[in-house]
Structure formats: structure tokens, C-alpha cells
């Protein structure tokens, strides 16, 4: 598995892969998004919103500053 | 609303997304919220750089994964890669072919390459095309293909689907299993 993990080389070196079948690709995407979807709906923390707040008040300060 | 206070809702507005791809890609949670961070910082430091109109949602994306990418490959240099520790925990016993939703999917997936991660949460879970998915990752078209073509075979099996043998007995699928040799035509 190794081999084909270098991101430059691996890809196109390897001979190509079969595609799985139309169901179970279908079935194996289902599921991803399922669990991609109950991640998506998690409770943004605090944290960023008080990130993006602090960014916008270091600008205004330093626009301040400027003038 | 000024400009700003409208790119801070924008960026907000993104935050859960940005951490489901984040978690999925390094699968703990401390370290997809620091990732989260510092992608919100990068943004929020080149919003100059970011042209009014394009893809906000790729742009954001992009930075995210080339901070996840360059923090791996430092850590690389720094630890020996441990290649197989993932793949001895999650090997799925045979006698449970089919039962997807029994399995633990989200080991299944973790036991994918990085690359294939990517792609597949890119284009499977988020809805990116594969030529946003292509610009993401900076990689060519036919190569995320390609990716998310063998990550969907890699994710089978470690669910343990055999779908050469369990699926379709005919020739058809035959490549799945001889990944890698060469064919030979009789």
C-alpha cells in the first residue's frame, strides 16, 4: 500500500482500477454522506465566531491607528 | 453591512463544513478545530487576495487542506511514517460481507490514503465537482478520477466487500481484485 500513497506518483503509475458496481458505489456514498452530514450538523463552537469577531476588531484598531 | 461583516458571515457560514471535512480528513476532533483556525485565520489575512465572485466555499477549502498537508509532511520528516497501524486496526472479519451499517464505517474510511480521503469527502460528501475537486487539490482531473475511483474500492473492501467474489461471480469486475498486475489478455 505503501507505493501508492505518494501523492506525486502513485495515481498514474498504477495500472487503472475497475470501477465497483453501479449499486454499491451507490450504497457505499449513501453512507458517506450520511455520516459526513451528522458531522456537518455539530454545534458550532464559540471559539470561531469569537475568532472572526476578534479579527475584524484587530482591523478596525488598526485602521484606527492609521488615520 | 460593510464588506467585512458580510466575508464574516460568509466565513462563519462555512465553519461546519470546514470541520466535518477536517475531522474526516485527520479523524481527531482537537486537531480538525485547530486546522479550522488557522484556515479562518489565512482566509481572514488574504481576503486582498480573494476574487469578489469565485468560489468562496473552494477557496476556503483549498487553504484548509494545504495547511493539513504541509503540517503532515512536516511531521513526516519528523516521525517515521506508521503506515499499517491504521490498517491492522481496522481489518473486518469476512462473516460480516454486506452488513455495511454494522460495520464501523468511519474506520472503514480512516483506512483509506489521505488522498483518497480528500477526494471522496470533496466530491462525495461536500457535492464538489470533479474539476473544483481538481483545483482544490492541485491536482489534474483524471487524477482525483482516478482517486476517488480507487478510494471507493479501498473503502469496499475495508468494509469488507469482496466485490469480485460476493457481488458478481462473472468476468465483469475481475480488475478489483488483480489491482496492480499486469493484464495479461489470453
Redesign the interface.
Known sequence: ??A??D?KR???V????????VE??G???K???E???E????P??D???E???R??QQ?DDEKGEAS | MTQ??AM?AS??AA???L??FA??LCGDPTRA?DL??DT??KA?ANLARFEEGSNLRAWLFTILRNTY?SELRKRRREVE?C??VF?DRVSVPPEQHAH??LID??KA?ASL???QKEV??LV???GFSYEEAAEITG?AVG?VK??V??G??A??KA?G?E?EET??PNAE????VG?????IRG
Open positions: 500500500m505503501g501508492g500513497r501523492p502513485g495515481d498514474t498504477l495500472l487503472q482500477t475497475r470501477p465497483l458496481p454499491l458505489q450504497q457505499i456514498g453512507r458517506l454522506r455520516v459526513y452530514s458531522l456537518v450538523r455539530e458550532v463552537p471559539r470561531f465566531v475568532l472572526l469577531q479579527l475584524k482591523e | 467585512r461583516d464574516e466565513l462563519i465553519v461546519p463544513n470541520r466535518a475531522n474526516s478545530d479550522v483556525q479562518l485565520v481572514w498537508f511514517d503506515d499499517g490498517a455495511m451499517d464505517f468511519k474510511f490514503s489521505d488522498e471522496l469527502l462525495g460528501a461536500e491536482a487524477t482516478s482517486r475511483n480507487r471507493r474500492v473503502l469496499s468494509l466487500f466485490a457481488l458478481d469486475f475481475s480488475g478489483l489491482l496492480g498486475r499486469t493484464n
